[in-house]
């Protein structure tokens, strides 16, 4: 008795490629009715079911299937009256492929493609893409979308029945983990220098995050032979980004999802959307006292508003961040952090990506804060420290000037010189930044005059005006904070889970996600509505730089 299985699945190919051949009239039209009637068969089998004569129910399928087609074709509605109930739709079927255990079979097959080949067979297969569809967000002609889809369906058809291992997504769809930290980084830029642009290590750390793995389990997870694997392990273990556990080893920081931080986005926006103008008042109330400060006055307009853009992110992200940090029972005092390899005393902190994923729609991008950074040098122009502090937010992308970089010092020496006219000292500026001359006048941190001579737009203050512009933040966000206590803290009522096995973490950054976005969330809508930067031909970096005379 013939009996349809796993294994035995792709020998009806041949039979039913002559039935689809014999309906559509053309080979290409008909590898795709068969190609998709086989995938329906596999979830079938994979739900348990099982048919009496395998060759009938498989007509049927994929008689199905040429209905489908032809409703496609001329987008006409099609009844068909041999539709097999246990039949899947089209979605449950990328869906079940997904999660079964052929579908371990199916990523190896899809790891040996060159990425033009992978590319429409994951689009089509694994995500349910049109043909035309495919072709257009890819710009190549239908054609040739249906020529490499037949080319990688024969690799993968060769590939199918080989020995596998448990081959994940990440190992034909990487996926993207960007790294963050709070704290003092190391000599060498550590923990940003462990992970870098490297995919694989990026994807390493995303598979180790949910449970501890083998290494083995982990390079057969990725795709990657053992042996070119395990160097890389041992050295995020040696980072600490890693940790070992027996014979396997698991990523040791918090990893943030999309989905993490979509649980929380809707409730900040209501929130944002209901009080922003009681919020503002406040808000306006601190900017009137900055505006008569004395060191204020004495900056150029520009770098007026740069202190303004300052006092308005600190403030904002101060008052929310006050009411966090009492749900989470407090900060930890950076006494406390974890001291790390080569003098870092830091806690990572990943955020993870899909390989498609569009930066530029996202729904939660215009509202991240990336937190204030400052960094400084020494004994540079009779000086005895100077410090740059920037926040990175879509009202300015501060950070982006400094990317290619080695560090925030050849900034700092250069704003330095042009601020104090020193031509001698400019002349000793590192060619990383003279090379981004343009790119800090377009950010506003440098103008030229008529003269075409630069001129230093930062606001430049004292430590001892620092304070007193801390003092004043901190004075106007501890009233938001009182006003807005409870309406802030119903946000941290259901805090992030993380996997027990994570350790190295701080407790606010389970209700970092709850909150994160609020400020800036409040901040955009009060200049949406044109009480915040109204008439403004642009919003101004929030940065300053920080003079110790020696």
């Keep these: ?84 109930s246990e039949q899947a739709e089209d979605n449950e079927i990328f869906e079940e492929i997904e999660r079964s255990q052929e579908a371990e079979n199916i990523r190896r097959c899809l790891a040996m493609l060159t990425e033009n080949y992978r590319e429409v067979v994951v689009r089509h297969y694994m995500k349910g893409q049109k043909l035309s569809d495919i072709a257009k967000e890819l710009d190549i002609p239908l054609s040739t979308v249906k020529s490499r889809l037949y080319a990688g369906r024969g690799i993968m058809e060769k590939e199918f029945e080989m020995n596998n291992n448990s081959y994940a997504k990440q ?8 790294i963050g930290c709070t704290g003092q980084t190391g000599l060498n830029g550590e923990p940003y220098s462990l992970v870098g642009n490297d995919k694989i290590k990026m994807n390493l750390l995303i598979l180790a995050y949910e449970k501890p793995l083998t290494v083995p389990e982990l390079a057969g997870a990725i ?29 040791d920081f918090v990893i943030f999802s999309e989905k993490d931080k979509m649980e929380y986005f809707d409730a900040q926006k209501k929130i944002a959307e209901k009080n922003y103008r009681e919020i503002w008042k406040i808000v306006d109330k601190g900017l009137a006292e900055l505006r008569e400060q004395n060191y204020y006055k004495s900056q150029r307009r520009s770098a007026q508003q740069k202190l303004e853009s300052h006092f308005v992110i ?116 590192d060619k990383c930044c003279i090379d981004k001359i343009d790119k800090f006048i ?19 203050i004292t430590p001892a005006e620092r304070e007193r512009h801390y003092e004043l933040c901190g004075k106007f966000a501890e009233e938001i904070a009182d006003k807005f206590h409870d309406i802030f803290m119903s946000l941290m009522e259901k805090p992030l889970e993380i996997p027990s096995h994570v350790k190295s973490y701080l407790n606010w950054m389970r209700y970092d996600k709850c909150c994160c976005y609020l400020p800036m969330m409040i901040v955009l809508k009060a200049k ?13 970096a929030a940065v300053y730089m920080c003079v110790e005379q020696g």
């Design 528 to 540: 949406e509505e044109g009480i915040y930067l109204n008439g403004a031909e642009k919003a101004e």
């Design 314 to 429: 600190r403030t904002m992200e101060q008052a929310v961040n006050s009411v966090r940090n009492e749900a989470c029972g407090g900060l930890e005092p950076f006494s406390e952090y974890a001291e790390r390899p080569n003098g870092g005393k830091w806690y990572a902190i990943g955020n993870r990506y899909s390989k498609d994923y569009d930066y530029d729609r996202s729904y939660h991008v215009p509202y991240g804060i990336n937190g204030e950074w400052g960094s400084g040098i020494s004994d540079f122009l009779n000086t005895k420290y100077i410090s740059l502090n920037d926040y990175d937010t879509s009202l300015c992308y501060a950070h982006s000037l400094f990317e290619g970089m080695p560090s925030k010092e050849p900034a700092v020496k250069m704003l330095y010189s042009v601020y104090t006219d020193n031509k001698d000292a400019f002349s000793a500026v």
């Design 1 to 84: 008795m013939d009996v349809m299985n796993k294994n035995n699945l792709w020998s009806y190919a041949d039979y039913l490629l002559k039935i689809a051949v014999y309906k559509t009239g053309n080979i290409v039209d008909a590898e795709d009715i068969v190609q998709e009637t086989l995938l329906a068969a596999l979830t079938f089998l994979e739900k348990g079911g099982s048919a009496e004569n395998p060759k009938a129910w498989l007509a049927s399928v994929l008689n199905r299937k040429y209905y489908d087609h032809l409703r496609r074709k001329y987008r006409k509605p099609t009844v068909c009256i041999d539709v097999i």
């Design 223 to 251: 795709g990657i032979p053992t042996a070119y694997v395990e160097p890389i392990v041992n050295e995020l273990v040696k980072g600490e980004l890693m940790r070992r556990i027996s014979d396997k080893v698991y990523t």
């Design 442 to 460: 377009d950010m506003g941190f440098l103008s030229r005059n008529d003269e075409g001579r630069l001129i230093c737009e930062v606001p430049v």
């Design 171 to 178: 190992s034909y769809e990487p996926e993207t983990l960007w």
